[in-house]
């Protein structure tokens, strides 16, 4: 994984996809059912950054992540009689989006068998 290149290399058509194209033929957004994947991607660029930290490459730091975020999955459940907003730190977040990009069936199960 070190050593092999992260983008995709040739052309790749994702199913479902729209491409939308201006007038000088390049995209002027990418939708993927009804997510905008371009507007993603930018909301996405500073959580990114955060999560390239050096701590983010310690396994006691991602230990602690994992902690927390079972911490916070079951603070959700329990506070379900007053909801709030809950916003997760990076750390937090990493783990979170770790776990919905392993398998988001699992993900689920998991969910419901904390609460």
Avoid at 29 to 41: A, F, K, N, P, R
Avoid at 75 to 97: E, G, N, S
Wanted: net charge negative; glycine share 4%.
């Amino acid at each position: 994984y070190p050593a092999e290149d992260f983008f995709l290399q040739g052309e790749y058509e994702l199913p479902n996809a729209t491409h939308k194209k201006n007038a000088e033929g390049s995209h002027k957004d990418t939708q993927l059912g009804d997510l905008d994947i371009v507007e993603s991607c930018r909301k996405q660029k500073a959580f990114l950054f955060q999560v390239s930290g050096e701590s983010f490459r310690d396994d006691d730091f991602l230990r602690d992540g994992v902690s927390n975020y079972y911490k916070l999955v079951s603070l959700v459940d329990a506070d379900m009689i007053r909801p709030r907003f809950f916003v997760p730190t990076p750390q937090i977040a990493l783990v979170w989006y770790s776990h919905m990009a392993h398998s988001v069936m699992q993900y689920h199960l998991d969910i419901m068998n904390i609460s």
